[in-house]
């Protein structure tokens, strides 16, 4: 009897051992599907002839958090660049850094919140802008950039210096971008990038009593001079050629999420409480509430492109959508899922 006994003893707890090993199994085949890398990087304090901003450190903070508490990602898989330490050349080393680790199967985020800019397409080392641009300062009328092409970039916090020994200096271009994101889509890993940024207009302030300022800066301030044809450019060292970037090795694999469209800026402040980016701040909003666990990339920007654009023209008098580019991705895949494939 007390044979059986032990027998049966025996029998369960094999059983319960069993059921937990699958249980972790489980949880261990969940994380190897793919690992979650991220990339943070938040600029509020620029050199005085760039502008200061006041919301792009809490951006990527609040990201972070929303990350590790509600989307599976570790800490020890982020990098969060900050103020001083997001130079040109700490952001690429750091990219560089997540292309060597990430594999198929496995997810990149990059968030970036700081000025943006535009650097003439003439001078880059690809010539793959079609769309002519032209702005003046909307108070001064002041031109600020004559009608021409010009490539998107982000402004690093040295954007104002040449370590690069790029024509356009330490500014990252979109071009630069595309090329280190395609990088990681070719091995198979997903990479969704999100900007707080804007591309056009003028820094400004905004009516009313809540500290606002606009995520642009006109490329003369970024390089110290008094206006945009003051400016001098050099050849780039490798020829340009009209060709937009290969898109083979996206994949399918890339999303970008943005605080405004190509002829908006996106806006630092905006709402009451801790100052954020406008866009950051109902994006993290969103991706925090219960069923953003269930929602897609389409849906998620649908809410968010709603709420900004409704608050930013009511109570600031000021046009800002979000926007959702898919044109070499999924929109309907799962907020921050891993594709498959590992």
């Known amino acids: 009897m007390n044979t059986n006994k032990n027998n049966m003893r025996s029998f369960f707890v094999k059983a319960l051992m069993l059921g937990l090993l699958l249980t972790v199994g489980g949880t261990a085949v969940a994380e190897a599907k793919g690992r979650k890398f991220g990339l943070l990087v938040g600029i509020n304090k620029y050199p005085d002839t760039i502008g200061q901003l006041g919301g792009c450190v809490n951006d990527v903070l609040k990201m972070k958090s ?4 509600r989307y599976g990602f570790k800490a020890a898989d982020l990098t969060t660049l900050t103020d001083a330490q997001a130079t040109r050349a700490a952001i690429i080393a750091k990219m560089q850094a997540y292309q060597k680790l990430a594999g ?12 943006g800019s535009l650097f003439p397409d003439a001078y880059s080392e690809i010539k793959d802008e079609t769309k002519l641009l032209y702005y003046e300062d909307p108070e001064s009328g002041e031109v600020v950039y004559p009608r021409g092409k010009y490539d ?3 402004v690093p916090v040295d954007g104002d210096k040449n370590t690069s020994g790029k024509p356009w200096g330490n500014l990252i ?6 090329n280190m994101f395609s990088a990681f889509t070719a091995k198979g890993a997903q990479v969704v990038f999100v900007s707080d940024s804007c591309f056009s207009g003028s820094i400004a302030k905004a009516t009313g009593k809540l500290a606002v300022k606009e995520r642009f800066v006109p490329l003369h301030k970024v390089r ?12 780039p060292a490798t020829k340009g050629f009209e060709s937009a970037p290969a898109t083979t090795n996206m994949r399918g694999l890339y999303l970008t999420l943005t605080g405004a469209n190509a002829e908006e800026t996106a806006l630092d402040g905006g709402t009451p409480g801790v100052r954020m980016g406008l866009f950051t701040s109902n994006l993290v909003r969103i991706l925090n509430t219960p069923a953003a666990a269930k929602m897609n990339y389409m849906q998620l920007m649908t809410g968010v ?4 654009s409704k608050y930013a023209l009511d109570n600031l008098q000021h046009n800002q959508n979000p926007q959702l580019d898919a044109s070499f991705g999924n929109p309907k895949s799962v907020i921050f899922s891993v594709p498959a494939g590992k």
Do not use: P, Q, R, W
């Not at 929303?66 to 508490?69: E, G, V």
């Not at 271009?173 to 595309?178: A, I, P, R, V």
């Not at 110290?224 to 050849?235: H, I, P, Y």
């Open 224 to 235: 110290g001079a008094k206006n945009f044809e003051s400016l001098k450019f050099k050849e």
């Open 173 to 178: 271009l979109d071009d630069e971008l595309y």
């Open 305 to 308: 492109n709603k709420d900004v």
């Open 66 to 69: 929303t990350l590790t508490s």
């Open 104 to 115: 198929a199967g496995d997810l990149f985020v990059m968030h970036y919140s700081g000025h």
């Open 152 to 154: 998107a970039n982000i």
